[in-house]
Nanobody, 130 residues
Framework: QVQLVESGGGLVQPGGSLRLSCAASGFTLDYYAVGWFRQAPGKEREGVSCISSSEGSTYYSDSVKGRFTISRDNAKNTVYLQMNSLQPEDTAVYYC???????????????????????WGQGTQVTVSS
């Protein structure tokens, strides 16, 4: 079965950390650029970060730069999003998406993934609250 599955969400206190995983099955994630997106209630989906398909260059939105780190483990067919210094405004459902190709991570690639992704995960809830 071809799919992306996110995991790792949960409830965390402000200042805490979580690591989200985006695991691919049925296809080789190496050849795909992967983006992380989030959607809070009543808000539009927002691009958070992406990682390219080749050298693994990365891009972060201003809202998470310096706090989040995206990485990939091709042996595990998985992309991760390490989230540190979480704040209540980070509360959202987080989604990963994969788009074939994409060798340089920029805001353009993140937008392309959002608009043209071949695969989307089902989402994982992240709640930051005391």
């Amino acid at each position: 079965q071809v799919q992306l599955v996110e995991s790792g969400g949960g409830l965390v206190q402000p200042g805490g950390s979580l690591r989200l995983s985006c695991a691919a099955s049925g296809f080789t994630l190496d050849y795909y650029a992967v983006g992380w997106f989030r959607q809070a209630p009543g808000k539009e989906r927002e691009g958070v970060s992406c990682i390219s398909s080749s050298e693994g260059s990365t891009y972060y939105s201003d809202s998470v730069k310096g706090r989040f780190t995206i990485s990939r483990d091709n042996a595990k067919n998985t992309v991760y999003l390490q989230m540190n210094s979480l704040q209540p405004e980070d509360t959202a459902v987080y989604y990963c998406a994969a788009d074939f190709g994409g060798s340089l991570a920029t805001w353009r690639l993140l937008r392309r993934i959002q608009n043209e992704a071949d695969y989307w995960g089902q989402g994982t809830q992240v709640t930051v609250s005391s």
